[in-house]
C-alpha cells in the first residue's frame, strides 16, 4: 500500500497530498512525529535512548536517530504519531503524558531526495532498562544509551568519540562519533540534549 502524505506550501498551508516517493522527489513540506525519550537513573544520571537505523533504511542507512520517529499520514493529526513509539519500541504511551517541545522546520538532502519536514517534537520520560526494550527489528539495527553529559560533550567537539550502553549490536557497548549521528545544519541533536538537561534542572516551558 502506497503511503500518501498531505503536503505544505512555504507558508506551510496545506496543498494537497502525495505519494511518499513523490514528496521525497519533489521536496514538499510534510509532517513527522518526534520522541526523544529521556531518562535518569537512581544515582541522578540523566540519559536518552536513541536508535541505530537499518541498513536498508532509504535514508541515512546506519546513523544514530531519534529514539522514535515517523511519517504522519495524510489526514492523521500530530496525536495519531504516538503510535510511533509503540511500533519502534513496544513502548505503550498516551499523547498525554509526552512533554511537548514544539514544532522544527528540517530540511535534508540525501542522494537524490529532499526532505522538508515539519517536526513535532516531544520528550518521553522513561527510566526503562535498555534490555528490556523490544524494538522494531524491520526498521531499527539497534539501540544505544547515551548519558546526557557525555552526548553535550560529544556533540559540542569537546571530545571525539564516547563509548556507551547498546543493544542489538555486536557488543553491549559501542564507541560511536558525531559523524554517526544524522547530519543537520541546525545541531538538532545537540539542541535536543540540551533541552533534556534543562528539563531535568526543573524548566518547565522549553521549546526546540
Known sequence: MT??????DEALR????????????DGDWHQVFH?????????????????????????YPGKVDISAAGHLEAGESVADGVREIE??????????????????????????MVDCQICHVFFYECAQPLADYQYRKEEIAGLLKLPLDAGLRLLSG??????VEAVGLKADRV???AEDFIPSVDHYALKALLLAKRYFA???????
Open 175 to 177: 564507541t560511536i562519533g
Open 35 to 59: 520522541c526523544w525519550v529521556i531518562g535518569r537513573e537512581t544515582d541522578g544520571g540523566e540519559f536518552v535512548i536513541l536508535q541505530i537505523r537499518n541498513d536498508d533504511k532509504d535514508m
Open 158 to 163: 569537546e571530545v571525539d568519540n564516547v563509548m
Open 87 to 112: 511500533e519502534e519500541l513496544s513502548l505503550r504511551v498516551k499523547f498525554e503524558e509526552l512533554i511537548p517541545l514544539g514544532r522544527r522546520l528540517g530540511i535534508s538532502q540525501y542522494r537524490d
Open 3 to 8: 503511503e500518501k502524505f498531505d503536503i505544505y
Open 14 to 25: 496545506h496543498i494537497g497530498v502525495k505519494s511518499r516517493q513523490a514528496v521525497h522527489r
Open 202 to 208: 526543573g524548566e518547565k516551558h522549553l521549546y526546540i
